[in-house]
C-alpha cells in the first residue's frame, strides 16, 4: 500500500509512481537574458515526484468524498510529509502540491476518475 | 442475446412480418483498463460506454420488398421501439417480452435465388443513461 502522511489517500484505485527527474536544473543563458551561447546549471533539480492512477468509487457521491481527503492534504501545502510507494520506497520532506483530473469521471461498474498527483520538495 | 423465430415482431407498433431472428450483441465502446506498480496484470477493468446493437432479420417476399404493413422500411436515423416475444425452445413455456428503444442505423438485403431477407441494424438507446435500454418482462 502506498501513502503520504501515513495516509492511503490513493489506494481505491490503481497508481504508478514516476521517479523524479535527477541532476542539475539547466536553463539557456538567452533565456535569462544573457547573450551568450549554452546554458548554465541553476542549481540542484528540485525533486518532483509524480502519482498517476485512478481513484475508484462505487458512485459519484463516494468518489467526491475521495478527493474531498486528498483536498484537505492540498490545503495542508505548508507542510511536508513522506511519501511511500508500493514496494516501500519512501521520499522525504515533500509538499502534496497538485491533483489534476486527466478527463471526466468514468461511469461503468465503477465510478472513477483518471489523474495525475504531484508532491515537491 | 439471440431469439430465433420471435412472435409479434412490432417497429412502433407496425407488425413485422417473417422474422426469421433477432440478435442483440453488446460490446465495450471504452474500456478502462488500469495498470499498477505491482506486476504485468491489468489491475482494473471497467467498460466505461456500451454499445447494444440489435440485428433484425425478416424475409421479403418476393416481388414484393415490403415486408412492412406500411410500405416502406423505417429510414436511417430513425428513433423506434422494437418489442418482441421468444422462448427458450420457441415454445409457450417461459415466454419472455423483450422491449428496446432504438435508432436505425443500417438496412441491407441478400438476395439469393430462392429467399430474400431485409437485416435492419439498431443501436439501443437508453433515456437515462444508467438504465439497460433492452427491457425483458415475463409474459
Redesign the interface.
Known sequence: MSSYKSLDLFGS?????IDPVEGQQIVLRLAIGQTLPGSLSLGAQEIIVRIE??L?ADDDEKLSMKIDDIRAQLDNYATTGTLE???GRQWEDLRFARFEPDGPR?????C?LAYIAKFYR | MLALRPNSVTLDSLPLEHVAHIIIDRAAESLIEEWDDTGPHAAFVDVAQQRTTIKVTHTVETGALAGFAVPAPPALGASVTLTFETALAGGDGARRRITASAVVTALKHDVTASLTTRTITLIAASASGTSDPIAIEEV
Do not use: E, L
Open positions: 484505485g490503481p497508481h504508478r509512481f492512477g485512478r475508484v510507494d508500493h514496494h468514468r461511469r461503468g461498474r465503477t472513477s
